[in-house]
């Protein structure tokens, strides 16, 4: 009992001079003539006397060990989850896809009929040593269907961002009690996909950020009879230059240019045809999940000039001075993703414009939009953004120019204050465009916010008064389309007429579109 107390007032030393005591009995003999209670204590005792005892710290190793193996469980926790994920996701998908007989999947073959296809021409162009450059520079166009016709759809279409489930449910409702049929939902935007893509280069350069179920949105727009319009940043892309710094737009130091009039935000170069090809492929995928119609949006050059003292150099075997026209560039990628996207799967392409191009030629070649080219290339409709607030005002802030904006035979020093008028003018003057036989259809897009960055005295609420105004515009010039822009959800619910108007829709064509081009002349007032 007396070794046991002792190691009970010494439980760190206790091991150590039980051992002690031990050697003093090196042979069973000599231990057999002392008590065993004397030597040593019962299991019982020994135990206690260890649970008692303050665990042994771990060594840097130990710990260690512990500690990768707690990061592969959690890593393989991970892995078990995304494979899940997608394993599921790709069921609902298959279902989808089983159930609908006109979806396609990305990669697969198209069924071409025999001699269906024939060589493709330039629509927007016919100047020979222009397609000499062209097809010396880009290849030739991609062969095209004999019969290019598709299903297209009278669209008057509100911009959703990308909708959660309440959400689409509010735009939903709005488009069953108005006159609205159709939602544009961002599939791309310069920062990423909305959704999880399987493009081997959106998957390499990690640019799927979103979660968008986009099969599920069209299955529930369809039941109720509502376009789904996916909207597609082009050529603004910040994720490219993660994986692929080679696509983007890049300086004589081979660095990716970084442009402070677009936000410090990278481009990919619009003279690579591979970055051409990814917006093709990103486009297949999505009308695979039943999406109505494909938008692009930045289909254009970069503004302003990229930061630092270093020119941007958009190939590495051409000066920029011996390259194509930027112009001609835009119309070559849009009449191949035409006949792709638009020839070969029925699928109406768009493209949204900056108005400042009907009035101004420098600024469309620039930004390579030529106004009276880029509706020839064959795609179903121009969107042209024509903000009342976007004009230069007559202030000394950034928005403004000290003078104003002239508009066909008007000034407007505070445009944002006359919608109608700033509206009706800008259609008036890109006549010369859009009143061509052949060119796309107009489906301007229409301010739906307020611009309150403005000055104050410079700009106004918004409301559904506005709205309409500039509705009434476009239909005094001959026009039957609209796209409304608001980055927020609350449209005002006043701005639309009741269903009853989408007989517009259906009945004769417009007075402006691509078969006849006669315009009544209109009144400014």
Known sequence: ?????GMKRQPNQARRGSRKRLKKFPDSANAAKHSPREVLPDRQAVEKIFLKMPPRRRGLIGNLTLLSIALAIILFGLLAALYLRDYYHERQLAAIRASEANT???????????????????????????????????????QTFSDPSYERHPVRGIYCRTPDNDLLDYFLKIAKTTEVNALIIDAKESYGLSYQSKVPLAVEIGASVGSLDWAEICRRCHAE?????ARVVV???????????????????????????????????????????????????????GVDEIQFDYIRFPTGAPEGE????????????????????????????????????????????FASIMLSDIDGFLLGQHWKSIGLTGIDNIGVMVYPSHFANSSLHYSGNGEGSQIGDTLFDKPDLEPYGVVKNTMLAGLDGFAQKGYATMRPYLQAFTANYLPPGYYIDYTDHEIREQMRALRDVGLREWQLWRPDPDYPLGSFRGPEAEVELTGP???????Q??????TIP
Not at 320 to 346: G, S, Y
Request: charge should be negative; hydrophobic fraction near 40%.
């Open 509 to 515: 064509e417009p007075t402006v579109n691509r078969h």
């Open 235 to 289: 050529f603004k892309d910040e994720q490219m230059v993660n994986g692929r710094p080679d696509l983007c737009i890049r300086n004589t130091a081979k660095q990716v240019c970084k442009y402070p009039m677009e936000g410090g935000t990278s481009f990919v170069n619009p003279y690579n045809p591979e970055a051409w090809q990814y917006i093709i492929d990103i486009c297949k995928e999505l009308i695979a999940f």
């Open 517 to 522: 081009v006669t315009i009544p002349p209109a």
């Open 310 to 353: 270093l020119d941007a150099l958009f190939s590495e075997n051409y000066s920029n001075e011996d390259l194509p026209e930027r112009h001609w560039v835009i119309n070559r990628f849009l009449e191949t993703a035409r006949i792709e996207i638009q020839d070969k799967l029925k699928v109406p392409l768009g493209a949204d414009l």
């Open 104 to 142: 396609t999947l990305p990669g697969e073959s198209i069924e071409v009929p025999p001699d269906s296809l024939v060589e493709a021409v330039m629509h927007s162009t016919d100047d020979p040593e222009i397609i000499s450059q062209l097809d010396a520079f880009f290849g030739k166009l991609p």
């Open 1 to 5: 009992m007396l070794l046991y107390r």
């Open 225 to 229: 009879g509502v376009l789904v319009i």
